[in-house]
Structure formats: C-alpha cells, structure tokens
C-alpha cells in the first residue's frame, strides 16, 4: 500500500528549524497540505482555524508551541524570562475554550518554568523542550491504553458509530474514539463503522471516514440525521466518541451534535462511551452546565462548503462548536486507565487514584 493519511504527522516539532509542522486539516480530504508554524500568531490561527484540531492535537500542539515561543525570549533574569513567558502562554490558551487540553499542556509547561526558576535560562529552554516531547509521548500511549480497553466492550464483527473526528488526525497517533477501531483491525475484527458527518465543519465526512477508509476499515459515511436510521436497523452495537471536556459528575462535551447521538443510541438500547484521556477529565469543573461553549462564525452554517449560500442573508444563526452529553446517557467513559461507569462522580475519582498509583511505583 502506497503513503496514506495515517503515515503523516498530526503534529511535529521540528525544533532545528525553530518551527511546528502540522497537517493542515481545511485542506483534507482533497490535498495534505503541511504548513510550518513558528510565530504566536501562526499557532494561535493554527487552532483557531482548526487547521490542527481535535483536543490532544491541540494540547500537543500548545506544548511545542510555547516551547518555540520560549526559545525566542530575550532575558537576563528569570523574572523578565518569565514575564514574557506567561504572555505567550495566555495568548495560546485564548485561541480555543472548551478543550481542556489546551491550558492543561500549558499548565503543565508553566509549571516546568516556575519549578526550576533557580536554574539558568538555556536549561530552562531544554526542560521545556522535554516536558512538550513527554506531552506527545504521553498521547500516543495513552490513546493505545484506550483503545486495549474499548476493544473489551465490542466483539468481531460489531458496527461501531462515531461522530466528529477523534482519530489519528486528533491525536499523535490512535486517535481516542477510533483507538479500539484501529486496534480492532490490527486482530481482524472487522468492525463496520458509520461516521456522521458532522455539520457544519464536516470533520466526520473529511476526516473520520478519510482516515479509517484509508486504514482499510469498512467506512460507511451517513449524515447527521441518519444515526437514528442505522440504530433502529440494528446496524449498530456500540458508539465511541471523544471529547473536549469531562465534568467530574461525567457530563462530557464533546462536537455538537454527540448529544442527540447520545439520546437517539439509548432510544435503541446502543451503549454510547465517551473515550476520555485523563488529560481531558476536569475533575475541577463540577457539571456540565459550568463547561464554556465555543461559539464559531455564523458562516460555517450559512456558506461554507456550498458553492453559494444556502441560507437568507440576515438569518439569525446558532453556532455552538460544541455541547453537553448528560452523564445519565453515558454507558461509560474509556480512560487510559480503565472504564468508568455510573457514578461517575465516584468512579472518575477512582481513575485519578489509579493513576496517582501507577506514577508514584513508576
Ligand atoms: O472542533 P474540533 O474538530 O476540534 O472538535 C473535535 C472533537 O469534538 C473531538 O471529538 C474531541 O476533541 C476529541 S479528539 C480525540
């Protein structure tokens, strides 16, 4: 089989040429187009324009981002260092709000400044570099763990249903959502699975199907409102889908439209599981009502992607990129940690402490 999709880098540091080289994700499926990021400004448009998406996608990013932008501070002390450092790092954190991931990887890079403010600057820049590697490092391990563990809810042969994209495009590799998929067919599965479309930016149509098509899986493209069709046929036995956010009573928020997937799946008795990282879980954001909602551009819903506009002009429009899956609809949230079921408020605790756990006898 000749290069595909899946043989390209999400996401890569490029650190020799002080530049970020990601996919640019507007352009699939027609061209895989790769463009450099070096300024504040590319990487904050980068993520706002979703040319690289997709929480973990987006933290990672964050991570080798402030890195380059650390690179290019002029300072003599830690405290002029430090000050430039922390505008760079609110400027990232203002491009996209409802993926936890972003201000986590950057949290965590803020964190490696302050905790070694005593050294100098130049072994400050390396830690950085290797807290940003780790980040990715960590994406890709994680997303493999979820997918050994959403493989146990399927059985050969299951038809699985996603919505949005939570693949490889949206990770360093795996995907969240797609990870039992792809790990699925590594032990000859065959798994049938339906992507939405995911209107208004398509990221089901151009990029799910894209990537697991190219994979090899059996991909079959439905719109939106075909979820209830295909349940009601009893084509599907299970939904995974990813997330941007996972309150700590298990609300999660995830693309707009896994909601209605999520009332449509327990009108046909179809589990739907939410394939959490632990980096995505804020265990300090109560429910899902306190989870801030992106709200995009009038335009996606009105024109983009139509040769003419398909919508009267002055229409009002409602365009959450993002919205709130109630935790009662959720059969269970798939972590690199395990599978956590109802309540959630309880179980999701459990999973910190394992992880707790697992890094202390590391
Ligand atoms: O607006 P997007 O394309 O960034 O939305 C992406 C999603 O909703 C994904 O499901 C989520 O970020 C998880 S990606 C593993």
Request: glycine share 6%; aromatic share 8%; net charge negative.
């Amino acid at each position: 089989m000749g290069k595909t999709i899946l043989d390209y880098d999400t996401v890569r540091l490029d650190d020799a040429n002080d530049q970020i080289v990601i996919i640019d994700q507007t352009k699939l499926p027609g061209k895989i187009e790769l463009i450099e990021l070096k300024t504040a400004e590319e990487i904050w448009n980068a993520i706002y324009l979703l040319q690289v998406r997709g929480a973990p996608a987006i933290g990672v990013t964050a991570g080798f981002g402030l890195y380059l932008l650390a690179k290019q501070i002029k300072a003599e002390s830690f405290d002029a260092f430090y000050a430039e450092f922390k505008k760079q790092k609110e400027y990232l954190d203002s491009s996209r709000p409802t993926a936890v991931n972003l201000s986590w990887a950057l949290r965590r890079m803020d964190a490696v400044a302050q905790a070694n403010k005593e050294k100098p600057i130049p072994e400050i820049l390396k830690l950085l570099h290797d807290e940003a590697v780790a980040i990715q490092e960590e994406d890709i391990r994680v997303c493999r763990a979820i997918g050994e563990h959403g493989l146990t809810l399927v059985k050969p042969g299951d038809g699985i249903l996603t919505h949005c994209n939570a693949g490889q495009l949206a990770t360093s590799k795996y995907g969240t959502a797609t990870a039992p998929i792809y790990l699925g067919e590594e032990k000859g599965y065959h798994f049938k699975v339906f992507c939405d479309e995911t209107r208004p930016l398509l990221q089901g149509a151009r990029l799910t199907s894209f990537e697991l098509h190219s994979a090899g899986v059996d991909t079959t493209l439905i719109c939106d409102n075909m979820s209830a069709s295909v349940m009601r046929q009893g084509w599907v036995n299970a939904v995974f889908v990813g997330c941007d956010r996972v309150a700590a009573n298990g609300d999660t928020a995830n693309k707009i439209g896994t909601s209605v997937v999520a009332a449509v799946a327990a009108r046909y008795n179809v589990p739907l599981y939410i394939c959490a990282p632990t980096s995505t879980i804020d265990m300090e954001c109560p429910t899902g009502e306190q989870i801030r909602i992106e709200q995009r551009k009038p335009e996606e819903v009105t024109e983009m992607w139509y040769k003419e506009r398909m919508a009267p002009e002055g229409v009002k429009v409602y365009n959450p990129a993002f919205d709130v899956t109630d935790h009662e609809l959720i059969a269970g949230i798939v972590t690199e940690y395990g599978v956590a079921r109802a309540p959630y408020t309880e179980s999701l605790k459990g999973i910190f402490r394992k992880k707790a756990e697992e890094e202390k006898n590391a």
